[in-house]
């Protein structure tokens, strides 16, 4: 059975930073897409960031571009999306998102995907 089960959400202060780590089991991770979202109060989810399944790759939204950055440890089956700069619009319950023997344009399409729990991020300005 697959796992993504994500940490490192919390209260940040608007300039700050934090780090977000998905931990993943059942699947192959070293062949996966893998990808964050996010989904504020009242709002749609919406894409975050992906990555290859080398770590070669990535894409951003539009908005996080130049202050989140997503990174993988295939070794030890860790996904992470560093986060700095933030600001109180960034606010959401962050989710980890997987596919399995996809690419970075399948995971930012964002259908199909193996999903976790999710962890809340707040950013207080």
């Known amino acids: 059975q697959v796992q993504l089960v994500e940490s490192g959400g919390g209260l940040a202060q608007a300039g700050g930073s934090l780090r977000l780590s998905c931990a993943a089991s059942?699947?192959?991770?070293?062949?996966?897409?893998m990808g964050w979202y996010r989904q504020a109060p009242g709002k749609e989810r919406e894409f975050v960031a992906a990555?290859?399944?080398?770590?070669?790759?990535?894409a951003y939204a539009d908005s996080v571009k130049g202050r989140f950055t997503i990174s993988r440890d295939n070794a030890n089956r860790i996904l992470y999306l560093e986060m700095n700069s933030l600001k109180s619009e960034d606010t959401a319950v962050y989710y980890c998102?997987?596919?399995?023997?996809?690419?970075?344009?399948?995971?930012?399409?964002?259908?199909?995907?193996?999903w976790g729990k999710g962890t809340l991020v707040t950013v207080s300005s």
């Open positions: 990555i290859s399944r080398s770590g070669g790759s990535t």
């Open positions: 059942g699947l192959t991770f070293g062949s996966a897409a």
């Open positions: 998102a997987g596919d399995q023997w996809g690419n970075v344009a399948t995971v930012a399409a964002g259908t199909g995907l193996l």
